[in-house]
């Protein structure tokens, strides 16, 4: 098991390891597995990378991300009206994502996304197709899955479809569904599993959501 120390020196080379970002720009601090990051950075795209790069790292059990993004050039100057046409806009041209469905909301360059959509990778692909917008500060997803299949999930496919995964031990997580929400419990060794066991149950027909009660532990 990792110490504190060790933990923190591995997350901070995860960050040095990424060209985007400046280590100096971004501290960490960690207690027990969870991660705290703070600092400013002068792009949504930097924050979101910094929280990714802590994710990877064997150890962390959880991510506490108090980054904030501060523009610097002229994009700092950038209105939530010129923002909010930009989002238009690349919502329209993401082919994930139906026409006239996500409504978005700006203010002081934080987006905000509403509307119901049948699968969570169009979930997905709305917030991606906006988070390297330049202006944006931050990003709240409130899109809802709402499936329009009928049928029951299949808890033994998603069972199947985790035990394919390379990078998952699917001895150790528990399917329960009820309805349309599956819910998955039992430890995994990495942020980055606990994830990815997320994003498999998430595929699986029918879903409109997923309660992921996976730990993160070491073994």
Known sequence: MK??????????????????????EIGVTVKDGVVTLTGTVDNYLKKNEAETAAKSVKGVKAVVEKIEVQYTSS?????????????VSALRWSWNVPNDVVKAKIENGWITL???????????AARNAVKNLEGVKGITNNIKIKSDNTDSIEKEAIEKALSRNWSIN?????VKVKANEVTLKGEVSSYYQKDEAERIAWNAPGVCSVN????????
């Open 212 to 219: 992921n009660q996976i730990s993160v532990g070491f073994f």
């Open 170 to 174: 699917n001895d150790n997580i528990e």
């Open 3 to 24: 110490t504190n120390e060790n933990l923190q020196k591995d997350i901070q080379d995860a960050i040095k390891w990424e060209p985007l970002l400046h280590a100096a």
């Open 114 to 124: 509403d509307g119901d959509l049948t699968w969570n990778y169009q979930r997905e």
């Open 75 to 87: 994009w700092s100057k950038k209105t939530d009206t010129d923002i909010a046409n930009e989002v």
